[in-house]
């Protein structure tokens, strides 16, 4: 064997040895770190929206009492400047036998309704939290992935100059990995420049723990947190709210423009005899009255045909707003079970063959029947399932916030 002929095989076997060890990163499972949960049930406990809501909603049961309190008593005082006499008089505004028993019903609909508002507003923050959260997760694991493919492509390119630089490798092969080695470089360095500008919206979130940086991209809400919500995620709820309280107030505007009665009681104290009409010191007076407008069918006819009209508009927008929530729930249902089964599928079978087809190919390239390309290829297809991974996480996170826990029963048991 020729001096040449042996070097060629040395440079040969380096080749194989090097493909053979290339460095590849398997898939890590995702889990729920403990940052997690901690940083979720933080922003909804600091929360000032949640606390808003349910002192709204206290003041709605208030209020179902309050409505059998007279309507504004005034109390009042004149007195004369010469100090002649002085009257005090306490009035107040009576309704219609019977309006404040509906009152307090309809009053006690809105009630419960702002009551369960509570639990969607809880939804809302909650979902804010992990938007916050899963983009800085999302773009941690995504700028490991970049790492790792920087890094492989970078000790390739290496090896692969150095067996062009001897005639072992050729030229494209070589031009291939430093361009592809420079895009993955760049695309590192603004990969990074993002994960940290969603990472430190996570530091500053309103609530946050310390430390609440992500250490794993989780796929799944805790179970804690999942238990803490409810049944009904935010949009339905809200709708389910918004469709009482119109019928509500549909019904209270038939009473809210009718006459009210006006009571009261009048004292006057005469400091001077002769100014008082009876010649006594004190007098008492008690006066009831009603005011109805020459046009009261009139015009407050038209005034409740129009309020009543806009009042049915909104109660039917709520009836609209309610199925299309139930119609949303349900399908967060098939999205998540296709979601879960997508992400099943590719932790269990297609990265095991993904990582196969990089081992089979870079063996393949080593005897000659593939060329650089195919490996090169198998090496991204490997990198697109982990991004895919990435994707399927955070969209089965926010899914499973629309279905909560109808996602594991598969479907809805309407009441």
Known sequence: ???????????????????????????????????????????????DQVRAQADRASAYRTERWATFLPNSPTLSLISQDDAGWEQYTLSMNLGLPGRAAVYSRLAGVQARAESTLIESTKLDVLARAAQVYLDCAAAQRTLEIFSENARDLASLSLRIQTLYERGLSTQAENLTLRLQTAQADADLEIQRTKADGLCEQVKTF?????????????????????????????????????????????????????????????????????????????????????QIPLFFLFNEGLENQKERATLRIAAEQGLLDYHRARAQLEQSIREHRAVSARLASLRKSDFPIAQALLESSASSYRSGKLGFAEMILARKLRNDLLLEEVRLSVSRVFLQMKCLKWCERGRVDWE
């Open 1 to 47: 064997m020729s001096f040449e002929a042996g070097r060629k095989a040395f440079w040969s076997l380096v080749t194989l040895l090097f493909i053979g060890f290339w460095p590849t990163a398997r898939p890590r499972a995702a889990s729920n770190p403990p940052a997690w949960d901690t940083f979720l049930e933080s922003a909804v406990a600091f929360s």
């Open 206 to 290: 309103p609530g946050a723990p310390a430390a609440a940086i992500p250490a794993l991209l989780p796929s799944s809400l805790p179970e804690e947190v999942l238990a803490s919500l409810g049944s009904w995620p935010s949009d339905l709820i809200r709708a389910k709210a918004q469709l009482e309280k119109a019928k509500a107030d549909v019904e209270k505007v038939n009473w809210s423009r009718l006459p009210e009665f006006n009571a009261g009681i009048m004292a006057n104290r005469y400091y001077v005899l002769n100014a008082s009409p009876v010649n006594r010191e004190r007098t008492y007076s008690l006066f009831f009255g009603v």
